[in-house]
């Protein structure tokens, strides 16, 4: 638990039953070396008492916003901070966090933080299954938060079921390795590196009404960016979805929309960039000639012709430099593997993401991918379903090894 020794963890606790496990998730935070500092809402008050956060972590309970002898509790904790860790989180957390609302010392203190942040939700089976909350947890998670379970087991109250607090035992690991891939005292893995992405689908303009465009949510790209700056890379993120784009230190965000926008803000900040991760759906086609009114009906069927766009990618696999790490990604339905290696080869790339998007709960608008990596060295690594920051965080690892490759100068791993 070396990475959690030394570092300072707000750790938040809210209103729920399961509030009674973040005295052990304390104790074990404490117990790694960790400095924590606890917060607890009215809420968990109800089902813990706060002396035994008091006797238990490393400085005494913060309550409030207003009743503490600093007069900006939230900006001290949250500026302090490595991490904040929220456990249990409920429902009205994930809610007030995900809108930016500051309702108590705990909210002001996310808002007020760069650190990365850690939440464990709990609570009962039809909760956790509301679309209003699985809808707050996927933008959270999109914009960088690490979410913790919930698993399956004993609720409250007798019933069983999805929504148990993780184990303290997984939520301590999961700091760990937060804090692990952060840049710490020594900086993160990343530290040093700049990082460029793209995400999202690009819209072609038929007319001011309407658009060619393709189902990207911008959901992968928006996890690699918020990956790579946890570890500490500087990061440009162009994307044509800015507005669930992650937020935060070393993320900047560049808005398009066409793949022409889209190859200019690439084409120019590439020149920086150590690696370039092309996750965004790019359109093939646009049409020849946008019309300028809306395109009505009456006019009958509209003829649309097509034009090629600039290849992103081929175009900057044509001019690379020899240390600059390009990862493509293939969206297939057919022939997964020989389609990537395809690309692999037409593109000039170090690294192919593919994934299939006819299997179910893969790529596009869902939480959730499967790819497989394939290395221009011939490596292969296989990521089975999981939540998309999870494999974001497989896809980075394989870019850095890369780099490592690249920039030695034997052109080697060692
Ligand atoms: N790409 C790009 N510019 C384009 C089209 C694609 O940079 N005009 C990038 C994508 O961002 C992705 C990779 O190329 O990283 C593969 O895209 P994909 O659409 O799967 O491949 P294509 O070469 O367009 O082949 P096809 O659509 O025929 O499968």
Redesign the pocket.
Known sequence: MGSLAGRRIVLGVTGGVAAYKAVDVCRRLVDAGAHVAPVMTKGAQRFVGRATFDALASESVRTSLFDEDHPSPHTLLGQAADLVVVCPATARLLSDYRTGRSADLLTATLLATRAPVLVAPAMHTEMWEQPSVAENVAVLADRGVTIVGPVDGRLAGGDSGMGRLAEPADIVAAAHEVLAATAGPDGGDLAGTRVLV?AGGTREPICPVRFLGNRSSGRQGHALAAEAASRGAVVDCVTTQPGTAPVGPGIRVTAVDT?AEMAEAVVGLSAEADVVL???????FRPVEVADRKIKKEGGIPEIRLEP??????TLGRSRRPDQVLV?????TDDLRQ?AAA?LR??GVDLIVANDVSAPGVGFEHETNAVVVLDAAGGTVEVPLADKREVARAVVNAALARLRTNCSPNGDDT
């Open positions: 793209t793949a092309m996750a965004a759906a790019v359109a093939d766009t600039v290849d992103i990618l081929a493509g990604f293939a969206a297939e389609n690309k037409a593109k």
